[in-house]
């Protein structure tokens, strides 16, 4: 009798243990798939924000080439229209003399205009940058600014053939937060030199943005916060890239990108 009550006692033990041991993994798999579920609504949320922002991106890029083709074919043709006019107009002999100062300092600037118009449009929409890729483009617009601005602003590309590759997605993006941050030197940073330096290095592609300027201020929550750096931000998000400022309250602006290269597939015997 005995023995039957500590075998029952054994088995209602081993019962308990069972039921309890039962429980714990139905929980454990339970908790595992509410946080699987999670994930998979965070990756869900995530995809739809970069879809969001990769649409208001490909928005604003479509509207810029179509408000740059706008003034280069309305505006520079309404321009060399007049300037043309300009120049078939024949005044009366007696104010001749007169009318040919004036006609040359209005051609003067009406040449001026044309020439704004031109970068503006090419600006809107680099037509380089998809003709001939982000190095050519550059340079178009390094040239610009060292002709116009009175900075020294020089591209070191170490890595002609990786970047000659890049998408022109990659490339768009690339040129599009050089772009904002020689804006910002320009208008803020009262620097006289810029360099740009372009390397490849392993598996990626690392690019430095110096200028000799006032730097960012000891307190750069402002200049983080901003609509430009937010604009920064978001076209490196795009592509994958990452960045990394110099260090607050020093002489001198310096931002570090980081962009990995694509993994091209081995070819197959």
Not at 189 to 209: F, K, P
Request: one cysteine or more; proline letters at 3%.
């Amino acid at each position: 009798m005995d023995n039957n009550l500590i075998l029952l006692l054994a088995l209602g033990t081993a019962g308990m243990l069972l039921l309890f041991c039962s429980v714990i993994l139905l929980q454990i798999r339970s908790q595992n798939r509410m946080l699987k579920m999670r994930e998979q609504a965070q990756h869900a949320e995530l995809q739809h924000q970069k879809d969001l922002l990769t649409a208001a991106v490909s928005t604003q890029e479509n509207e810029r080439r179509r408000i740059g083709q706008d003034l280069h074919d309305d505006i520079g043709a309404a321009l060399s229209g007049l300037r043309l006019s300009l120049e078939l107009y024949s005044p009366p002999v007696e104010a001749n003399d007169g009318y040919q100062a004036f006609k040359g300092r209005c051609r003067e600037q009406i040449d001026s205009i044309i020439k704004e118009v031109r970068h503006i449009s090419h600006h809107l929409s680099p037509a380089l940058l998809s003709l001939h890729g982000l190095e050519a483009a550059l340079n178009k617009q390094l040239q610009y600014i060292n002709d116009s601005s009175g900075l020294s602003a020089v591209l070191n590309n170490e890595a002609t053939d990786v970047v000659g590759q890049l998408s022109l997605e990659t490339a768009t993006a690339m040129y599009r937060v050089l772009e904002e941050l020689l804006n910002n030197t320009i208008k803020h940073a009262a620097a006289t030199e810029i360099t740009i330096n372009i390397l490849a290095q392993q598996s990626q592609l690392l690019i430095t943005y110096h200028d000799n300027g006032k730097g960012l201020p000891a307190d750069n929550a402002a200049f983080i916060n901003g609509i430009g750096m937010r604009n920064i931000e978001s076209r490196l998000s795009l592509i994958g890239a990452q960045y990394q400022l110099g260090v607050p309250g020093k002489k001198g602006f310096e931002i570090n990108i980081e962009y990995p290269l694509p993994q091209t597939k081995p070819a197959h015997a």
